[in-house]
């Protein structure tokens, strides 16, 4: 039977979310979960649940939920304007002068994390976005800004930092803004475990668009995302309130959405209610919607990268 390793263990596909604390809350209330939408896709109609919550909002903790979403969601401002990506015919622009930069792939996921954490905490002014183009990136970059010569990094204090999990909670904890961890230290341990197996979903998923895997790992790994959606049932997000738990998954199934429908006619939110809501409740972060693509676009990127491992 395949497997779906997490932290190190291997999960049965059939027996999934074992390597996440998935106790549910003794506090937990239901959610009253409606359908409210179908969508067509390009070459077939496909049944995608885009499922609310109810408007309950009268304990404490609602209340605090809908502050913290509408507090990310305004600090994420609009209508910036987004620079061009630098070339190898690219000059050297300046470094290290004090301001803080954001070295990035519009197309990268793993800098999208970093992208959306920026916007979500209001700092489009205090980190300044440099793009790069990684098909054809500039040398300077790595001679002289970030030796490991990937993205993201952050420029801050004239040092230079990378990896997205890290960059995410070191924007967090050192700049203004709403704060993207919870207070409470159950969700802040969660929100750990959620990031220490973000790596073993995504190369779950991806083994199967390579060919590579079992389609019942990506089954098994879709279904830890659910168990995990259903850990507190007090909101819509991983930890109930809006995170960077939330934040380090989307760019992620902001792809495998379109993709796995488009190359395998398979739909992530069938019987995952949660997921549903998730992707739903995701679509209203406007921080996040600042940096989402075409999902067109996705799907060409994978069928290029994948070209002759995925039967389509």
Known sequence: MATFPLN??????????????LKPSSHQKPSVLVPTTIIPSRRRRSLLPALGLNNDLGNKFRRDRVSHITSATMAAGVGEILPPPLTSAS???AIF????????????????RVWITRNCKGLQEEIKLVPLDLKDRPSWYKEKVYPPNKVPALEHNNEVIGESLDLMKYI???????????????RREFAEELFSN????HKAVSSTLKGE????????????????LSKFDDGPFFLCQFSLADIAYAPFMERYQPVLLDMRNY???????????????????????QTRRNPKEHVENYKKRFAGKVQV
């Open 91 to 93: 000059n050297l622009p």
């Open 8 to 21: 190190g263990s291997s999960v049965s596909a059939s027996n999934t979310a074992l390597s996440l604390n």
């Open 213 to 228: 895997g079992a389609e019942a790992v990506t089954e098994a790994a879709f279904d830890d995302i659910e168990a995990a």
């Open 267 to 289: 739909d992530i939110t069938a019987k995952r209610p949660k997921l549903a809501t998730w992707i739903q409740e995701m679509s209203k972060i406007e921080g996040y919607n």
């Open 198 to 201: 973000a790596g073993s979903f």
């Open 97 to 112: 002068d004090g301001t803080s930069r954001l070295y990035l792939s519009y197309t990268c996921p793993y800098a999208q």
């Open 172 to 186: 967090d904890a050192q700049f203004h803004g709403p704060q993207l961890l919870p207070q409470d230290p159950a």
